[in-house]
T-cell receptor, first 116, second 115 residues
Framework: DAGVTQSPTHLIKTRGQQVTLRCSPK?????VSWYQQALGQGPQFIFQ???????QRGNFPDRFSGHQYPNYSSELNVNALLLGDSALYLC???????????????FGEGSWLTVV | GENVEQHPSTLSVQEGDSAVIKCTYS??????FPWYKQELGKGPQLIID?????GEKKDQRIAVTLNKTAKHFSLHITETQPEDSAVYFC??????????????FGKGTKLSVIP
């Protein structure tokens, strides 16, 4: 059973460019969240998608947008890239797991974005 | 919003000793508390979680305790091994149904297990 998969694993972009990151949730999971993790920090919540709609959003500007497809996969788009957007972008999926009484949240390996 | 404090920021233990990491949270509505292990260059790996209707949970060498009254929860690792060396994050969320949660993380604890 594949876990949460993300692509690409690494990428380098120039200031002002746009980037799209992709995520496939764990099999059976229908909720996808995105997090930004700066070096040496804990992950920060960007937004969450469920039933193809953005359900919750953290403290991130509108340059950060997303999408969820009918197969539950998701994309994170960042426009007008700034140097400060350099970080590890993590996708998390959530669903009911065997042996658990509620939803469990798993992360992918992340996409390392460097903005130069 | 939720605020999670995590201590210590670094922890060194001898192989075979126990390690304890503590977290406090601010939002009394929080009801789900996962712990993640993150190795260098990798994504966070879920190692154990606890929900607010449970006071303690154990999985082999790892255990988590939750004190709802005091709003704190702790990770206990016994018989530590060098492969336990990593950064550990605690997190909290007030989960209330599908599509309705966001994890707030602590700042992490870098655990070093000395052979």
């Amino acid at each position: 059973d594949a876990g949460v998969t993300q692509s690409p694993t690494h990428l380098i972009k120039t200031r002002g460019q746009q980037v799209t990151l992709r995520c496939s949730p764990k099999s059976g999971h229908d909720t996808v969240s995105w997090y930004q993790q700066a070096l040496g920090q804990g992950p920060q919540f960007i937004f969450q998608y469920y039933e193809e709609e953005e359900r919750q959003r953290g403290n991130f500007p509108d340059r950060f947008s997303g999408h969820q497809y009918p197969n539950y996969s998701s994309e994170l788009n960042v426009n007008a890239l700034l140097l400060g957007d350099s970080a590890l972008y993590l996708c998390a999926s959530s669903g009911i797991e065997k042996g658990h009484t509620g939803n469990t949240i798993y992360f992918g390996e992340g996409s390392w974005l460097t903005v130069v | 919003g939720e605020n999670v404090e995590q201590h210590p920021s670094t922890l060194s233990v001898q192989e075979g000793d126990s390690a304890v990491i503590k977290c406090t949270y601010s939002d009394s509505a929080s009801n789900y508390f996962p712990w993640y292990k993150q190795e260098l260059g990798k994504g966070p790996q879920l190692i154990i979680d606890i929900r607010s209707n449970v006071g303690e949970k154990k999985d082999q060498r790892i255990a988590v305790t939750l004190n709802k009254t005091a709003k704190h929860f702790s990770l206990h690792i016994t018989e530590t091994q060098p492969e336990d060396s990593a950064v550990y994050f605690c997190a909290a969320t007030a989960y209330s149904g599908a599509g309705s949660y966001q994890l707030t993380f602590g700042k992490g604890t870098k655990l070093s297990v000395i052979p």
